[in-house]
């Protein structure tokens, strides 16, 4: 009986194949009398071998044939209706099963860098810090000379640079942001400063252009205390409520004092573990009180205008997030790397 059902199954197949090929109306008649011919049609054949059939299993081949006929019929009836308008979707003509499930199209996600620095970005958003950007191609008084970082500082050598000409400088940091914002606005404002930076640097947790976001803060009365609980909070958000945070004295030629920021080991939770060395802490932000040459530079009196700044690296925060050990996973562009962020 198996038998019978797939022979009518090839038969539906070979039949729907032939429609789409049929060109015109004296196809289609060929077509018809090939299957539907009283004396010797396809489906004719077919009732006749119903009858050595088991009798039992009669009735329900007899609807199987049956339904095999009135497909046939309406295929035919239905070709003749689009040869007559002359139209076509032309799936029939390439032989496709419109009745078949679709393909669904594979959907696309944000990149992790992405996903990290949107949620940066609301984080301060949420504590009232507008957003704000500039060129990734910098002048060195932009870039360095109006931070401190006069011509031959040793602290140049911090931040490998990419020259273009001698004046001209694919920005290391965002800072430049910072300096573009004062000279065109009066304090008190607050702004970070998302974007893409660029060092002569290259291995596995450094690459040569890599995303920063950096803040600013000016006003009257900024002190290193605002500056610690904004941090606080900030870094509260972005790993957690139990996270803590530490402050070591460091040097940074645009902020005075400074400090390097660590977190509590976001992978072992402070017990210590390769991640973090075995010290329990991750560096994860510059930071400090700005220095009051930095105002001097961008024509704000230092005696009444007071803020901090701080900065940080997204492709850092994303590979501990997620525990990424290659920095140039996220610009390989491999699939199988990208849609485990989904
Ligand atoms: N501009 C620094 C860097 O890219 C980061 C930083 C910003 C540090 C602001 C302190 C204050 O290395």
Redesign the pocket.
């Known amino acids: 009986m198996s038998d019978l059902k797939a022979r009518i199954q090839g038969i539906r197949d070979a039949f729907n194949q032939a429609l789409g090929q049929v060109e015109g109306l004296k196809a289609l008649e060929e077509l018809r009398n090939q299957y539907l011919g009283r004396k010797r049609g396809i489906v004719k054949d077919l009732l006749n071998d119903l009858r050595s059939a088991p009798k039992e299993l009669r009735p329900e081949l007899g609807q199987v044939v049956n339904r095999l006929k009135q497909a046939v019929e309406s295929g035919l009836a239905e070709r003749l209706e689009e040869l007559k308008s002359g139209e076509s979707d032309g799936s029939s003509e390439r032989g496709i099963d419109i009745t078949l499930p679709g393909i669904a199209p594979e959907l696309g996600s944000l990149h992790p860098l992405n996903v990290v620095n949107r949620d940066l970005i609301r984080i301060f958003e949420r504590m009232g810090y507008e957003v704000a950007g500039a060129s990734e191609i910098e002048t060195d008084f932009y870039n360095f000379e109006a931070?401190g970082l006069t011509k031959d500082h040793p602290a140049r050598d911090?931040?490998d640079t990419f020259y273009i000409t001698d004046e001209v400088v694919l920005r290391?940091?965002?800072?430049n942001v910072?300096i573009h914002m004062m000279q065109n606005r009066k304090p008190p404002f607050k702004a970070i400063m998302p974007g893409r930076?660029y060092r002569k640097d290259a291995d596995i947790t450094h690459s040569p252009m890599f995303n920063?976001v950096?803040?600013?803060v000016v006003g009257e009365n900024i002190t290193f205390t605002d500056l610690k609980g904004t941090l606080e909070h900030f870094l509260k958000q972005l790993f957690g409520s139990d996270t803590k945070m530490r402050l070591r004295p460091s040097y940074?030629p645009?902020?005075e004092p400074?400090a390097e920021v660590d977190v509590t080991c976001i992978i072992c939770g402070g017990k210590g573990c390769r991640v973090c060395k075995n010290s329990g802490w991750l560096e994860i932000?510059?930071?400090?009180m700005v220095d009051p040459v930095v105002f001097e530079n961008v024509g704000y009196d230092p005696e009444t205008v007071s803020g901090?700044?701080?900065?940080?690296g997204v492709e850092r925060v994303a590979m501990l997030k997620h525990s990424i050990s290659d920095i140039r996973m996220f610009f390989d562009n491999d699939l199988r790397f990208l849609s485990q962020f989904n």
């Open positions: 931070l911090m931040q290391t940091h965002t800072s910072q930076v920063q950096e803040g600013l940074f645009f902020t400074s932000l510059g930071a400090g901090f700044a701080f900065g940080l």
